[in-house]
């Protein structure tokens, strides 16, 4: 115990005096730190923090008013073992993440206010040696999670309500093992799908329309990943999703990025994926998905950070349909004090239906607030026109999120 | 914080991001004996119903007639106005409606029954579902059993 309490000593030291962070956000870029996994269980960022995460996430994420000396900060936090106080062992990692919400949209006359419970998971992961074992569980309601329920099983249509109910749901488990110096990774289990900037905004559409947000669109597969200071990256064979049926909605193929460090505060990357099922749920035709395009990182101060991504789209369904379009986001994150963030977003897309002759186009105006240790408070503001509809619409969407 | 978690809970029983007694409601409304089985999928892409995704054929053939979220009147009126003028998403030569009272689906072109339309319901998969049952079992074996190989390799 006493050692682990050390190592982290050492850790956080290290990193402070190199004026260096981790991932725990993209735009943690500002911080230069280029691996993934020194934070988080999972290579490639996102999800549960390893305890060294944890810490980091309080010295260097947590709302502060004023720095505190170089010697406090030397001192782990106390909150960042689980629970805020319990200090577990190396080979066990426990904690949850929690989201919460609502949505307000005022144009809308039947439900304005809208509840919302985005994610109440547990994460568990076991290190043996070079081994590693990842179990994140909740709950979650209707079909907002549906693509990661896995009990009791579901099918909308013999519902009263067209949805399902309150349900068990598992978004990742994955076993997996660490080869040269752990550098290199191979995971097998319901993944997340290695693509583009691995953001939050899971309803962005970079992540909605090429399918790889973290709430629900994990898959079953096998992945390898490599992390070193300039390169990183992943590619991972998709089985499908497991968790929906029947077969024929499954989808198999790949997904992979790579991203290399131009400069330590400046990345550039591509992913790439293919993916084809033999239903697509839209059309129910065989389609197959391509999604490749480019993302960067680019932090120009210590206190702002620029996201990128551009991702080219194709739904093809021989021989008749073959539809492209495109799905583009751009943030700038000014951290006006340590903790407090203010985010403006503009993003564009478009699904090449029939008709659609300009593309959407959206805009975030978000802050966030670190307020206490491990707790994030969230305002996004989010305008959104489509071209079939006549005004913009306005979503105000608030959201608590505090991790264990 | 438990007390802010606690309401969460409480007040989640409604709806969020789409609208989700819209499949019952058209079974109602059109009098079919069950939901159509595209379920979400009918006006939704991508399956999973959430704003700004309702693009299908016939989910824009819907918006055009004034369908919007949350809003079972505006629903009905829009079902109607389609079955009034006859509206065929897919142009397979049957109208929306005919093919949801018919168990097609309006958004796929399928003239495989005689050239004049007849949907893609001819061909569906089934209808979508959740849950895993013992799906991945034979995929985590086989992983776990990779490991439990590499660790033995690694021991001698």
Redesign the interface.
């Given at each position: 115990m006493r050692f682990v309490r050390s190592s982290l000593k050492f850790l956080a030291v290290a990193v402070l005096l190199s004026g260096s962070s981790a991932f725990a956000y993209p735009w943690m870029v500002k911080h230069n730190y280029g691996a993934c996994g020194t934070c988080h269980v999972d290579p490639s960022g996102g999800g549960q923090l390893t305890s060294y995460g944890r810490a980091q996430a309080d010295v260097l994420v947590q709302w502060k008013l004023h720095k505190p000396p170089v010697d406090k900060e030397q001192e782990v936090p106390r909150s960042a073992n689980f629970l805020w106080f319990l200090e577990l062992p190396d080979v066990v990692n426990l904690s949850g993440n929690f989201r919460d919400g609502v949505l307000v949209r005022p144009a809308t006359t039947a439900m304005p206010v809208i509840p919302l419970i985005m994610a109440t998971d547990l994460y568990a992961t076991i290190n043996v040696d070079r081994f590693v074992f990842h179990a994140a569980g909740g709950f979650g309601f209707r079909n907002e999670v549906a693509k990661a329920i896995v009990a009791p099983g579901c099918n909308p249509v013999t519902t009263s309500t067209g949805q399902c109910g309150p349900s068990f749901v598992s978004r990742e488990f994955w076993a997996g093992a660490k080869f040269a110096d752990e550098a290199v990774m191979v995971r097998a289990g319901r993944l997340n799908l290695p693509f583009g900037l691995r953001n939050y905004e899971h309803t962005s559409w970079v992540r909605a329309l090429t399918l790889t947000d973290i709430n629900v669109d994990q898959q079953v597969g096998v992945a390898v990943s490599y992390n070193s200071e300039t390169l990183r990256g992943e590619v991972m064979g998709i089985a499908g999703n497991f968790q929906t049926g029947p077969d024929a909605y499954r989808e198999r193929g790949y997904s992979a990025f790579a991203e290399y460090a131009i400069k330590p505060n400046a990345y550039v990357g591509l992913s790439s994926l293919i993916a084809a099922s033999k239903a697509d749920p839209a059309t129910l035709a065989a389609t197959t998905r391509h999604a490749h395009g480019l993302f960067a990182r680019v932090a120009p101060t210590e206190n702002f950070a620029l996201l990128a991504e551009a991702d080219l789209l194709a739904w093809v369904s021989l021989p008749s349909t073959d539809r492209l379009g495109f799905a583009a986001w751009l943030q700038g994150d000014y951290e006006i004090m340590q903790g407090l963030h203010v985010i403006g977003t503009l993003e564009g897309s478009s699904q090449g239906n029939a008709g659609e002759t300009v593309p959407s186009l959206g805009g975030w105006l978000s802050a966030s607030w670190y307020l206490l240790p491990h707790c994030e408070l969230r305002l996004d503001n989010i305008l959104r026109k489509s071209p079939s509809a006549s005004a913009v619409d306005y979503s105000l969407l608030v959201m608590f999120h505090f991790f264990l | 914080?438990v007390r802010?978690?606690t309401a969460?809970?409480v007040?989640?029983g409604?709806?969020?991001?789409?609208s989700?007694?819209?499949?019952?409601d058209i079974q109602t409304h059109l009098s079919l004996s069950?939901?159509?089985?595209?379920?979400?999928?009918l006006c939704?892409?991508?399956?999973?119903?959430?704003?700004?995704?309702a693009?299908?054929?016939f989910g824009?053939a819907m918006?055009?007639q004034g369908l919007?979220?949350?809003?079972p009147t505006s629903l009905n009126t829009a079902l109607d106005a389609l079955a009034t003028a006859k509206t065929d998403s897919d142009g397979d030569g049957m109208s929306d409606i005919d093919e949801l009272k018919a168990g097609r689906?309006p958004?796929?072109a399928d003239n495989a029954d005689g050239g004049t339309g007849g949907g893609?319901g001819s061909?569906?998969?089934?209808?979508?579902?959740?849950?895993?049952?013992s799906?991945?079992v034979p995929?985590?074996a086989?992983?776990?059993g990779?490991?439990v190989l590499?660790?033995r390799r690694?021991r001698s």
């Amino acid at each position: 115990m006493r050692f682990v309490r050390s190592s982290l000593k050492f850790l956080a030291v290290a990193v402070l005096l190199s004026g260096s962070s981790a991932f725990a956000y993209p735009w943690m870029v500002k911080h230069n730190y280029g691996a993934c996994g020194t934070c988080h269980v999972d290579p490639s960022g996102g999800g549960q923090l390893t305890s060294y995460g944890r810490a980091q996430a309080d010295v260097l994420v947590q709302w502060k008013l004023h720095k505190p000396p170089v010697d406090k900060e030397q001192e782990v936090p106390r909150s960042a073992n689980f629970l805020w106080f319990l200090e577990l062992p190396d080979v066990v990692n426990l904690s949850g993440n929690f989201r919460d919400g609502v949505l307000v949209r005022p144009a809308t006359t039947a439900m304005p206010v809208i509840p919302l419970i985005m994610a109440t998971d547990l994460y568990a992961t076991i290190n043996v040696d070079r081994f590693v074992f990842h179990a994140a569980g909740g709950f979650g309601f209707r079909n907002e999670v549906a693509k990661a329920i896995v009990a009791p099983g579901c099918n909308p249509v013999t519902t009263s309500t067209g949805q399902c109910g309150p349900s068990f749901v598992s978004r990742e488990f994955w076993a997996g093992a660490k080869f040269a110096d752990e550098a290199v990774m191979v995971r097998a289990g319901r993944l997340n799908l290695p693509f583009g900037l691995r953001n939050y905004e899971h309803t962005s559409w970079v992540r909605a329309l090429t399918l790889t947000d973290i709430n629900v669109d994990q898959q079953v597969g096998v992945a390898v990943s490599y992390n070193s200071e300039t390169l990183r990256g992943e590619v991972m064979g998709i089985a499908g999703n497991f968790q929906t049926g029947p077969d024929a909605y499954r989808e198999r193929g790949y997904s992979a990025f790579a991203e290399y460090a131009i400069k330590p505060n400046a990345y550039v990357g591509l992913s790439s994926l293919i993916a084809a099922s033999k239903a697509d749920p839209a059309t129910l035709a065989a389609t197959t998905r391509h999604a490749h395009g480019l993302f960067a990182r680019v932090a120009p101060t210590e206190n702002f950070a620029l996201l990128a991504e551009a991702d080219l789209l194709a739904w093809v369904s021989l021989p008749s349909t073959d539809r492209l379009g495109f799905a583009a986001w751009l943030q700038g994150d000014y951290e006006i004090m340590q903790g407090l963030h203010v985010i403006g977003t503009l993003e564009g897309s478009s699904q090449g239906n029939a008709g659609e002759t300009v593309p959407s186009l959206g805009g975030w105006l978000s802050a966030s607030w670190y307020l206490l240790p491990h707790c994030e408070l969230r305002l996004d503001n989010i305008l959104r026109k489509s071209p079939s509809a006549s005004a913009v619409d306005y979503s105000l969407l608030v959201m608590f999120h505090f991790f264990l | 914080m438990v007390r802010l978690l606690t309401a969460s809970l409480v007040l989640t029983g409604a709806a969020a991001f789409a609208s989700p007694v819209y499949p019952a409601d058209i079974q109602t409304h059109l009098s079919l004996s069950a939901p159509p089985p595209q379920s979400c999928s009918l006006c939704h892409v991508n399956g999973v119903g959430a704003v700004g995704t309702a693009n299908t054929l016939f989910g824009k053939a819907m918006r055009a007639q004034g369908l919007v979220l949350e809003n079972p009147t505006s629903l009905n009126t829009a079902l109607d106005a389609l079955a009034t003028a006859k509206t065929d998403s897919d142009g397979d030569g049957m109208s929306d409606i005919d093919e949801l009272k018919a168990g097609r689906d309006p958004n796929v072109a399928d003239n495989a029954d005689g050239g004049t339309g007849g949907g893609g319901g001819s061909t569906s998969p089934g209808a979508l579902t959740y849950g895993c049952g013992s799906n991945e079992v034979p995929f985590l074996a086989t992983g776990l059993g990779v490991l439990v190989l590499l660790r033995r390799r690694e021991r001698s």
